[in-house]
């Protein structure tokens, strides 16, 4: 059974960085699609970035131009580090993988079979 596990966050100023990881265990072979969504207190899931097999990446509008998205598929492991971060990027941050093949991957949940817990992330102004 595949399994998601995050680390990497914490509590961090505005402006501050953080770099979450997943690992991915329990299969031999690396997802085809891999994502990144969080939750903010009182706010729905949002996906935030999301990165294919090839390397095609897709970012939420929100994080353009901050966040980066990366994957080690020697390692399984997705990445995504942050810089300067706001109070509004404070959410549970999980990550997301599916190995079924698409041309396209996208950053909606519907899509993605396995989850990680969460990590936190909290931003104070």
């Known amino acids: 059974q595949v399994q998601l596990r995050e680390s990497g966050g914490g509590s961090v100023q505005f402006g501050g960085s953080l770099r979450l990881s997943c690992a991915a265990f329990?299969?031999?072979?690396?997802?085809?699609?891999m994502a990144w969504f969080r939750q903010g207190p009182g706010k729905g899931r949002e996906g935030v970035a999301v990165?294919?097999?090839?390397?095609?990446?897709t970012y939420a509008d929100s994080v353009k131009g901050r966040f980066t998205i990366s994957r080690d598929n020697a390692r399984n492991t997705l990445y995504v580090q942050m810089t300067r971060l706001k109070p509004e990027d404070t959410a549970m941050y999980s990550c997301?993988?599916?190995?079924?093949?698409?041309?396209?991957?996208?950053?909606?949940?519907?899509?993605?079979?396995?989850w990680g817990q969460g990590t936190q992330v909290t931003v104070s102004s």
């Open positions: 329990g299969y031999d072979y690396s997802p085809n699609c």
């Open positions: 997301a993988a599916d190995y079924r093949w698409r041309q396209d991957c996208r950053i909606s949940a519907e899509d993605y079979t396995y």
């Open positions: 990165i294919n097999n090839d390397g095609s990446i």
